[in-house]
């Protein structure tokens, strides 16, 4: 599975931004799909999962009530919306595949990667 992320970009904060992740080269219902990031001299963070099925999504603490992830089973795509964006969610957003029916949160079990697009929000 081939996974390319784009959307992202420069934003002010208070301001949204939406992520776009396409997949090909499998069954894209097969997986659930996540976003995490990865800020400069950190280590690399869940931020949003979402089911096969779109009826399990899962959110880490820092970006719930403020970010949606959303997939699209006919165009094998997932989404991240995010709104009320703040300086310290600047990071490489990636987009990951892992073929489970269920929501898992460790990178680790992910098995494939999208090449990441950059989100800084400035202040």
């Known amino acids: 599975v081939q996974l390319q992320a784009s959307g992202g970009g420069l934003v002010q904060a208070g301001g949204s931004l939406g992520l776009s992740c396409a997949a090909s080269g499998g069954t894209f219902s097969d997986y659930t799909m996540a976003w995490f990031r990865q800020a400069p001299g950190k280590e690399r963070e869940f931020v949003a999962a979402i089911n096969w099925s779109r009826d399990s999504t899962y959110y880490s603490d820092s970006v719930k009530g403020r970010f949606a992830i959303s997939r699209d089973n006919a165009k094998n795509t997932v989404y991240l919306q995010m709104n009320s964006l703040k300086p310290e969610d600047t990071a490489v957003y990636y987009c990951?595949?892992?073929?489970?029916?269920?929501?898992?949160?460790?990178?680790?079990?992910?098995?494939?990667w999208g090449q990441g697009t950059q989100v800084t929000v400035s202040s």
């Open positions: 990951a595949a892992d073929r489970t029916i269920v929501v898992r949160t460790s990178p680790i079990v992910y098995d494939y």
